[in-house]
Antibody, heavy 126, light 107 residues
Framework: QVQLVESGGGVVQPGRSLRLSCAASGFTFISHGMHWVRQAPGKGLEWVAVIWYDGSNKYYAESVKGRFTISRDNSKNMVSLQMNSLRAEDTAIYYC???????????????????WGQGTLVTVSS | DIQLTQSPSSLSASVGDRVTITCQASQDISIHLNWYQQKPGKAPKLLIHDASNLETGVPSRFSGSGSGTDFTFTISSLQPEDRATYYCQQHHNRPLTFGGGTKVEIK
């Protein structure tokens, strides 16, 4: 079955960096785009970033552009999120998730999101 | 960015009731609208993609409809296990955006 397992969360001081990783299994990784979505405590969902199936395109939410970088290693079935210059407002559960569409009939490289990992908590605090 | 306005933000209904949630987009998004269920302490789960396509394994009491700017999500007969927060999400344009969520409680 499809599995997405995040790691790398923790407590970090404002201005510092953190790198999240996501190990994927149970599907053809190179066929799907991958997303990061976050959820601040008690709040709704906020899309963070997407990377195309082949890594050729990357897009970010305005709130993280220039600070976060999404990447993938198709040889290891891994996707990562490098987070720099962290702020208190970046505190959230970060979910790794697969783009639900693959193949030539997809509207774009970023579609519905399915499935999601269990999430990893990032707390930015001094 | 495309804004998605969900209503209501919360509701309480009895087992067996029909529940309807609406999602209004700030511009035409065709059918590029998806629905998720999130239970407390869990990751979201996709229920419906492209407005009305029910995911495999999702009970048929869940349904979605709409196109353009106005969309509806319906639970035809509410069950105790449907207690959750439901979100709409558009993929017509980047950035992907979510509605604010609708918390469904059981009376």
């Amino acid at each position: 079955q499809v599995q997405l397992v995040e790691s790398g969360g923790g407590v970090v001081q404002p201005g510092r960096s953190l790198r999240l990783s996501c190990a994927a299994s149970g599907f053809t990784f190179i066929s799907h785009g991958m997303h990061w979505v976050r959820q601040a405590p008690g709040k709704g969902l906020e899309w963070v970033a997407v990377i195309w199936y082949d890594g050729s395109n990357k897009y970010y939410a305005e709130s993280v552009k220039g600070r976060f970088t999404i990447s993938r290693d198709n040889s290891k079935n891994m996707v990562s999120l490098q987070m720099n210059s962290l702020r208190a407002e970046d505190t959230a559960i970060y979910y790794c998730a697969r783009d639900g569409c693959s193949g030539n009939n997809c509207y774009s490289g970023a579609n519905w999101i399915d499935p999601w990992g269990q999430g990893t908590l990032v707390t930015v605090s001094s | 960015d495309i804004q998605l306005t969900q209503s209501p933000s919360s509701l309480s209904a009895s087992v067996g009731d029909r529940v309807t949630i609406t999602c209004q987009a700030s511009q035409d998004i065709s059918i590029h609208l998806n629905w998720y269920q999130q239970k407390p302490g869990k990751a979201p789960k996709l229920l419906i993609h492209d407005a009305s396509n029910l995911e495999t394994g999702v009970p048929s009491r869940f349904s979605g409809s709409g196109s353009g700017t106005d969309f509806t999500f319906t639970i035809s007969s509410l069950q105790p296990e449907d207690r959750a927060t439901y979100y709409c999400q558009q993929h017509h344009n980047r950035p992907l955006t979510f509605g604010g969520g609708t918390k469904v409680e059981i009376k």
